[in-house]
DNA sequence: CGAAAAATGGACCGGCAAGTCCAGACTGCC
DNA sequence: GGCAGTCTGGACTTGCCGGTCCATTTTTCG
């Protein structure tokens, strides 16, 4: 991926793709020329198309995944140890911080609209997400039914698919309004739910 | 807001936001010109400015609004009248197939996108969308409550917001992944949620 | 050191699409 | 029937922006 034959070039690359990125944040797609890439990163236009040959859209693609990237990680490391209610509120808050800070700009979902649900690239980098995200959100309800905290009999997947939807949707609507509340409900219910199933009381 | 002196003027105007909509599902915000416009509206440069004057960007206002206005009528009559399980069940079929036929376009989302969050025509649209649903989804839980079917003490508004941020996001990660698996699993699980807080046992 | 490969700078091109303009056709109304 | 206002057609302008190209510098490596 990141393919670059001397460490100069693999530097330059990256600082190419991190400050489109913040340009990006700040003036969203649509309003991004290559120019502005260009200023922001000290780059010349010939440099541009030396690392991204299909041009533009291979950038956003580029960004697409370096931004999917920190989506997870910026939850961490509450998202990958979700096995008691403590560490659930922790992430809970992780979750509602991280969005919060982040604002009323979606990079990932603008990037999306922009190359397009036809390419298959663009598609594959958002459902792996989803499908990670899942996966953790599945697991940390599977730590819970082992500590007796969640019922044995709960469909695991889809109530993680639930909560995902949730947390997107929530995400989504903050976007638009600038309003946390649904987010945050979102979050708040699905962990109630979750709660609510107790299985045998816990011991410990 | 559909001002126009004549009957014929109004008509035109009515094509042209309806076929744009058109357009836009079809091809997606970023590839749509003008001229896409005129060729499938039949019209010419200088009618859509003269009904536009503001240009493309009040053009697409103008056809968000109409999205906004589909997207409750299409859950109609159902939306209206969420006060039985059985009419929970129906409003909820009723959303994903309409999710489901819609595929994987949201024109809302896209126009959003491409207006831009400064815009304040735009966000006015979606925020005054999303505070319609939502007060549907909250009278129909209530009704429920009155009818004995849900707990009195559930806090009707912040699982009103949970719920319609799990359809969001159930809409957003099919329009990624083109699998309605999410918000199906949002809308089983809120409902599932709602029942698993029943008051008095109901009659009936 | 010297040649090949990589990296960089920036001028230039070409097309596209938004928006302008004015002339002419239609409509309604008295 | 005629005039005022509305509507329509389409050629034209304009600026922007993605992409190309080649000359120059820097790095790598034997």
């Given amino acids: ?14 600082r190419i793709v991190e400050g489109t990125a913040e340009v990006l944040r700040e003036q969203g797609v649509a309003c991004t020329t290559l120019d502005d890439v260009r200023g922001r990163t000290g780059t010349s236009k010939s440099q541009l198309f030396h690392y991204f040959p299909a041009g533009k859209d291979e950038l956003l693609l580029a960004v697409a995944q370096f931004e999917a990237d920190r989506v997870l990680e910026d939850q961490q490391p509450h998202l990958g140890r979700l096995d008691s209610w403590e560490s659930w509120r922790r992430w809970r808050d992780a979750v509602v911080e991280r969005y919060e800070r982040q604002g009323d700009h979606c990079p990932l979902g603008a990037l999306f609209l922009q190359v397009g649900r036809s390419s298959p690239g663009a598609r594959a980098i958002v459902t792996e997400l989803m499908a990670q995200w899942q996966r953790h959100l599945a697991s940390g309800i599977r730590a819970l039914q ?3 905290l969640v019922a044995p009999a709960l469909d695991v997947d889809r109530t993680a698919a639930a909560l995902l939807a949730g947390i997107q949707g929530g995400v989504t609507i903050m976007m ?5 509340t649904h987010l945050k409900a979102a979050l708040d219910t699905g962990i109630e739910h979750l709660r609510g199933t107790a299985g045998a009381p816990a011991r410990t």
Same sequence: chains 1, 2.
């Fill in 1 to 14: 991926m990141t393919d670059a034959p001397t460490a100069k070039g693999r530097a330059t690359r990256a």
């Fill in 146 to 148: 082992t500590n007796g």
């Fill in 176 to 180: 638009s309004t600038g309003d946390s």
